[in-house]
């Protein structure tokens, strides 16, 4: 199985875009998602990409492809690796039998979407997404200046018009062919990972 998971309002790793994909004989599957916390019940780490990408890496039994650990050479928000090469290894994993991906990087989707079989849009509001953030609090060892530049980051994702925009992922997502789901609130994100029956 191989999905992908996008995000409205996201950022590096708080509320993002998951993949998972693979290619199980003739059968390409894969996801993309969100973020796993100790303790599931606590909801207010419980909103994003990378919970949910863990959630169905865990739930699944796939290997996780967070796009953060393969863009940036160090330190997120640091140097980020050529895009090149990060293209190549992302289209790489993506080639795999099975696999779980996560991510906001617009300009990577090309690399992994086709072999896709499952497209997760969370589209959460941005309020909502810097409430989580704030909670979970610095991750990944950078600066509190970088913190504060991903505050401001997640805050311009509506009205940006880069590749890692609302936009682009919007017209990602309405270019898909695949099996879609959109995830608007905590507890779509909760039914979709399994953790509530309502």
């Known amino acids: ?3 992908a998971l996008l995000p409205a309002d996201f ?8 993949s998972v994909g693979g290619n199980k004989g003739n059968e390409h ?3 993309l998602a969100a973020q796993a916390d100790a303790n599931p019940h606590n909801r207010q780490w419980r909103l994003g990409k990378t ?16 796009l953060d650990d393969v863009y940036w050479a160090g330190t997120y928000g640091a140097e980020g690796r050529p895009k090149d090469e990060v293209f190549r290894d992302v289209h790489d994993r993506a080639s795999k039998d099975a696999w779980v991906m996560e ?14 079989t ?34 401001d980051w997640v805050s311009e994702y ?17 270019q898909f ?17 399994g953790l509530s029956n309502t």
């Open 177 to 193: 062919v695949g099996k879609k789901d959109l995830l608007t609130s905590r507890e779509e994100l909760d039914r979709y990972a």
């Open 11 to 18: 950022r590096w790793e708080h509320c993002d875009l998951r």
């Open 118 to 151: 499952e497209f997760v849009f969370i589209d959460l509001p941005v309020a909502e997404c810097l409430t989580n953030l704030r909670s979970r609090g610095n991750q990944g060892g950078g600066s509190q200046a970088s913190f504060q530049t991903m505050l």
């Open 29 to 31: 599957s894969g996801v």
């Open 51 to 66: 919970w949910l990408g863990d959630q169905l890496s865990s739930r699944l039994s796939l290997p996780l492809v967070r």
């Open 158 to 174: 509506p009205n940006r018009s880069n590749s890692n925009s609302r936009l682009t992922h919007q017209r990602l997502w309405d």
């Open 1 to 3: 199985m191989r999905t």
């Open 103 to 116: 991510g906001v990087y617009g300009w990577l989707l090309p690399a992994a979407l086709p072999r896709a």
